[in-house]
């Protein structure tokens, strides 16, 4: 089992769409978790840090589930700006390990 | 400038060459990174450098090798590579190794190509 592990999609959503990823991870002892974004041949940029009790930035809301070991990014009302991929991030106690999620794409159209 | 800084944007070298990449952060951080990014892969991380000590290697081969001179400088040295070292060379700072909690901030990367 992969120690981060996203759906590469890509998911093709209509502009204004609801859209969620989820991504999960496969050691319990994790400590800090984080949704990048990363555009078509740039760097990652970091899109939200992923707390237990949830949080939300505009359109953007992460959650935690520790229980069962993921973490989601729901994007509301889509824009063509969204399209980019997104990262999963996980660092393990004392952030000496950071794995990244391989990606899951987004095309958001007109 | 602010932020992370990478050069060259793009390297196209043969695998006899030797070149370096260079990083240079400008946020006052104390922890520098070197990732890889290979087509449809995770970031792979190579070398973590902090407080001028390099205090992680990934099993990287020795054709990569590592430089920080100070704090706000970091080098890769690249020597007699191979086509399957062609890829996106990301360098990341965060405030300390601890508050890698808090996320990185990346260069916008080299892109190279061995040929």
């Known amino acids: 089992r992969k120690e981060v592990e996203q759906d590469p999609g890509p998911f093709n959503v209509p502009e204004g769409a609801t859209v969620a990823f989820n991504c999960t991870y496969s050691n319990s002892a994790s400590q800090s978790f984080f949704w990048y974004r990363q555009d078509c041949r740039k760097e990652p940029k970091l899109l939200m840090s992923?707390?237990?009790s949830g949080n939300e930035d505009g359109r953007f809301t992460a959650q935690l589930n520790r229980a069962s070991q993921y973490i989601s990014l729901l994007i509301r009302d889509s824009k063509l700006s969204d399209s980019a991929t997104y990262l999963c991030v996980v660092t393990d106690t004392g952030g000496f390990k950071t794995i990244f999620g391989a990606g899951t794409r987004l095309f958001v159209k007109a | 400038e602010t932020g992370v800084t990478q050069t060259p944007r793009h390297l196209v070298m043969g695998m006899t060459n030797k070149k370096s990449l260079k990083c240079e952060q400008h946020?006052?951080?104390?922890?520098m990174y070197w990732y890889k990014q290979s087509a449809k892969k995770p970031l792979e991380l190579m070398f973590v450098?902090?407080?001028?000590?390099?205090?992680e290697n990934n099993s990287v081969p020795s054709r990569f090798s590592p430089e920080c001179p100070n704090s706000s400088h970091l080098f890769l040295h690249l020597h007699t590579l191979q086509p399957e070292d062609s890829a996106l060379y990301l360098c990341?700072?965060?405030?300390?190794?601890?508050?890698?909690?808090?996320?990185?901030?990346f260069g916008s990367g080299t892109r190279l190509t061995v040929v």
């Open positions: 992923v707390y237990s």
């Open positions: 946020l006052g951080h104390n922890a």
């Open positions: 990341a700072s965060s405030h300390d190794r601890l508050t890698a909690n808090y996320g990185y901030t």
């Open positions: 450098y902090s407080l001028e000590e390099r205090v």
